[in-house]
């Protein structure tokens, strides 16, 4: 995209119709000129790629030396930087984020290349689907659409990223469930065949937390992001805790403490959202559940409630929305995406991915405290 286009981009961020936001990167053809071999093929050509090794959990385990792509949002590298790309991946948005977050998919997907990770679009993918729900209603389906998406990062030659808790959860569950049953991929690819596919499993699922983490590396964003000087409230949400040592929690904490964020503690971290419980009880969901903790959050002097789940995010936002009309609850402190902050830290400015659209909770007083640190 040329120069001029980037700054028109820009400049409509900056209107309530953020249009610049929705647009998509032109991908090259369907999604397998990057060595996919076509519907009804063998599978992505992998002869590029390293070995894959399997963990103790089933599932391919970490790969080293990842190619360098021509993938991500036109214009997102800095003018006149050079950044070499370490890692590449498939953005598997899911439902929520490019519906109700689009802010949150432009800041990463223009902040990412700017710390060496080539990311693209999913192409063509579904709902996830969410695992709390479609398991106990049929986890053939579940299953099979799970695969589904993975198969088409698998045509893309590209590992998957995903930017929701309750994404990956299910993209994470479902491919070690394939890799640890193989009458389940058998059954799986009966399935897929009536679409004239297949899936392989010769990919990795991989948090936002863990490509920043792992990838880009603390240390990296610690030295070379800028300093934010925010005090915020975490909600880690319940899937941010799937593995039993806590991992992606702590690498959430030391990412933010990185970009120079303050942590203020309010004793409700690990409290659910509440978004499950709507299915069997909305009040409970709402003022047993969010309200319990936005109570607790509104005792506190905080900056933002930062989050990592699209799908923590739509209950906040529900029940903010909810008690403001209902019962004039006014909860002032803005629910935000880790990757604004980083988007911030890396030298976005806020109206270049639209963070003051589209919010239930003000945000202007944080976008004004963002901007002032710039400077």
């Not at 689907?129 to 479609?134: D, F, K, M, N, S």
């Not at 995010?313 to 980083?342: A, C, M």
Request: charged content about 25%.
């Amino acid at each position: 995209m040329a120069e001029s286009s980037e700054n028109s981009a820009a400049a409509d961020c900056q209107t309530p119709a953020y249009q610049a936001l929705l647009s998509r990167p032109a991908l090259p053809g369907d999604g397998r000129a990057q060595g996919g071999q076509g519907e009804g093929g063998t599978g992505p050509d992998t002869s590029d790629r390293p070995q894959v090794h399997r963990g103790s959990g089933g599932h391919p385990e970490d790969r080293q030396g990842h190619g360098c792509g021509q993938g991500g949002r036109p214009g997102s590298r800095p003018h006149g930087v050079q950044v070499q790309m370490t890692a590449k991946y498939s953005h598997f948005l899911g439902c929520v984020m490019p519906a109700k977050m689009p802010w949150a998919e432009a800041a990463i997907m223009k902040s990412l290349p700017r710390m060496g990770v080539d990311v693209v679009y999913l192409e063509k993918s579904t709902c996830c689907p969410r695992a709390g729900v479609w398991i106990s209603v049929d986890r053939r389906v579940w299953l099979t659409l799970a695969s589904y998406n993975l198969l088409q990062a698998e045509q893309q030659g590209r590992d998957v990223m995903v930017s929701c808790n309750g994404c990956y959860v299910t993209l994470y569950e479902a491919n070690k469930v394939l890799h640890e049953e193989p009458k389940a991929l058998e059954e799986v690819n009966s399935y897929l065949a009536a679409a004239g596919k297949s899936y392989h499993g010769n990919l990795r699922i991989r948090h936002f937390l863990e490509v920043l983490y792992e990838d880009v590396g603390v240390e990296r964003i610690r030295r070379e992001g800028k300093k934010l000087n925010l005090r915020v409230a975490i909600h880690p949400g319940c899937h941010m805790r799937i593995f039993p040592d806590g991992r992606l929690v702590r690498y959430f904490t030391e990412i933010l403490e990185a970009m120079g964020v303050t942590i203020v503690p309010y004793g409700l971290e690990q409290m659910c959202c509440g978004l499950q419980s709507n299915l069997a009880d909305k009040d409970f969901a709402t003022y047993d559940r969010a309200k319990k903790k936005m109570d607790r959050i509104l005792q506190t002097d905080v900056d933002a409630l930062v989050l990592v789940c699209a799908g923590c995010y739509d209950q906040f936002e529900r029940v903010i929305s909810t008690l403001r009309k209902k019962d004039g609850y006014d909860f002032n402190v803005p629910v935000i995406h880790l990757g604004e902050l980083i988007a911030i830290s890396f030298g976005l400015k806020p109206d270049d991915f639209g963070m003051r659209y589209m919010r239930t909770a003000p945000v202007d007083r944080l976008v004004e405290k963002l901007e002032n640190s710039q400077q």
